[in-house]
């Protein structure tokens, strides 16, 4: 299992990005994602979560009402779409796979991490 997160980038507070997270290997539909982030200084934090199917997804109160993560299990892709944005949304994102059907907001549930992708936002 491979994972690959892009669409990082700098933008300007109230902007927005996609960020996307290709999977390599078998059976992408069997693993439940989550993305994760980490800011200069800080601990790794939960942003987002959705199960197998995509039927259910999970935020961080942080980010509730402003990102929606989602999934395309034809094109092996998760995605992380992040709408208003804030300076303190900056961090390294990272997206995750856990075996099972199910998400999570615990780190330590997920076995496989993709390399991250910095998002900047300026004020």
């Known amino acids: 299992v491979q994972l690959q997160a892009s669409g990082g980038g700098l933008v300007q507070a109230g902007g927005s990005l996609r960020l996307s997270c290709a999977f390599s290997?078998?059976?992408?539909?069997?693993?439940?994602m989550g993305w994760f982030r980490q800011a200069p200084g800080k601990e790794r934090e939960f942003v987002a979560t959705?199960?197998?199917?995509?039927?259910?997804?999970s935020y961080a109160d942080s980010v509730k009402g402003r990102f929606t993560i989602s999934r395309n299990n034809a094109k092996n892709t998760g995605y992380l779409q992040m709408d208003s944005l804030k300076p303190e949304d900056t961090a390294v994102y990272y997206c995750?796979?856990?075996?099972?059907?199910?998400?999570?907001?615990?780190?330590?549930?997920?076995?496989?991490w993709g390399q991250g992708t910095l998002v900047t936002v300026s004020s």
């Open positions: 290997g078998s059976s992408f539909s069997s693993y439940g």
């Open positions: 959705i199960t197998w199917s995509g039927g259910s997804t």
């Open positions: 995750a796979l856990r075996r099972g059907y199910s998400g999570s907001s615990h780190a330590q549930d997920y076995g496989y």
